[in-house]
């Protein structure tokens, strides 16, 4: 299955919890840190909802 690597690009300060939130939820502490998931719906709804905080990468 594809994996998925995902960065913390720019802050959530000033954003709606809910968007500080789903990047903790994605594992995300730092900023400019990267984690990997699984390419699944959930975590593919999840990036899409702080598409602007974050970059993407598609990985095998």
Same mark, same amino acid.
């Given at each position: 299955?594809?994996? =998925?690597?995902?960065?913390?690009?720019?802050? $959530?300060?000033?954003?709606?919890?809910?968007? $500080?939130?789903?990047?903790? $939820?994605?594992? =995300?502490?730092? =900023?400019?840190?990267? @984690? #990997?998931?699984?390419?699944?719906?959930? @975590?593919?709804?999840?990036?899409? $909802?702080?598409?602007? =905080?974050?970059?993407?990468? #598609?990985?095998?």
């Amino acid at each position: 299955m594809a994996k =998925l690597k995902v960065t913390w690009e720019k802050s $959530a300060i000033g954003r709606p919890d809910r968007q $500080a939130r789903t990047i903790r $939820a994605l594992g =995300l502490h730092k =900023l400019h840190q990267t @984690v #990997e998931h699984e390419d699944t719906p959930q @975590v593919r709804g999840m990036i899409q $909802a702080v598409i602007h =905080l974050v970059e993407l990468e #598609e990985t095998k």
